[in-house]
């Protein structure tokens, strides 16, 4: 397999997709590609074929099976530790799954929206008393904090250790310190947790990790440090999608100035906008992979058990058979045609995953982000950034669509 391509394909350039996957639709759309370590698991580009490949219970998500596509050697080396339920096939991963989906569904979301919004209030009050002479990083000052505070309100950690929590996690996750740094940082949040499960021990709460404690651990159905993995997922697992998801957004509507003055004229394409802004750049494109439990046939190839496949989202959302003009970045794409849009379907769009591993905080994201982008603009209508596009700090052209700093003034 010599002329296989490697794998993750480049972005060319800031958030464009690899130019890779329009010609793998049109010519080759279930393919090989080669890993960092030899591997050739299968990719997978259409929408209908990645909607088979995660609806299909032959395939398997369990990470410690021979053959699961891992794409670096950090991945390979964690995908040994005990799994939580991201990592899981029925009927184990429903069975964890719905343990935390309550705290995260529609009805629990709306419930928070008054504390999302306020959130974000106080966060943009402290930003505009803080700067407006000289640029400020948006991401440092709004959209990290943001999210971070929201699920560590969920989990029920104290207010006055959210902002050294939300530090270790920057740390953890944004690459800007080192692999030791960061794994420290990981230990610390994992120490902190197991010191929380501890407490809600003694003493339940009203939060995730009570919940967690009084109707799992002390039943027997799991363990302390299940509970630990587990609240320590729900808190790394959106992390860095949510804090891109805003940057994204903040720079899709300043490069579309009309779209931008149609949203803040009218708050109810705020939940449209939020759909094309997840369509457009799925910020999770490589969590979608899976490995053949038995031999499968998939669009005339056959796949055998142990071969790893990955399912590219990323690709999926932008499939000219399901997407009109895929390639244009359009508020109204998800707006019924009797009020002037497209009329395209928003749960088409892969930017949450599918199937049964679907995003489980889909509806606290969009929530989150649904309140971002009917406050920011109408806060501050002469935000801008103080760098040009081109010049912005995207993320490396490999990994997932990123924005890690965003010098604003207003
Ligand atoms: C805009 C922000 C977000 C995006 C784009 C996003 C994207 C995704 C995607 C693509 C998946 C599917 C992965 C797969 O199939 O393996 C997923 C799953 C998941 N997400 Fe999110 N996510 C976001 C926010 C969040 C937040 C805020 C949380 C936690 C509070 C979260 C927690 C999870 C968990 C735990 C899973 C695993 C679900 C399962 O395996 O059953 N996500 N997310």
Redesign the pocket.
Known sequence: MSSVPRFPFARPQAWDPPVEYANLRATNPISRVELWDGSHPWLVVKHKDVISV?TDNRLS?QRNRPGFPEMSAGGKLAAKNKPT??DMDPPD?MQQ?SMVEPL?DAAAVEKLRPHIQKTADTLLDKMIAEGCEKPVDLVEKFALPL?SYI?YG?LGVPLEDLEFLTQQNAIRSNGSGTASEASNAANTLLEYIGQLVQKRLQEPKDDLISKLVVEQVKLGHINESDAIQIAF??LV??NA??VN?INLGVVSLLQNPDQLAKLIADPTLTSPFVSEL?RYHV??AM??RRVAKVDIELGGHQIKAGEGIIAA?QSASRDEDVFSDPEVFDILRFVPKEKGGRGEDWFQGM???WG???????S??RGE?EVVFSTLFQRLPNLQLTVPFEKISWSPPTKDVGITELPVTW
């Open positions: 995660l998500k339920f991201v991963h799954r995260f999210p699920i969920i997922l729900m697992a959106g999608t949510m998801m997840c910020g999770s969590a979608t989202t930017g949450f995953g049964e591993h679907r995003c489980v905080a889909e606290l994201a982000l």
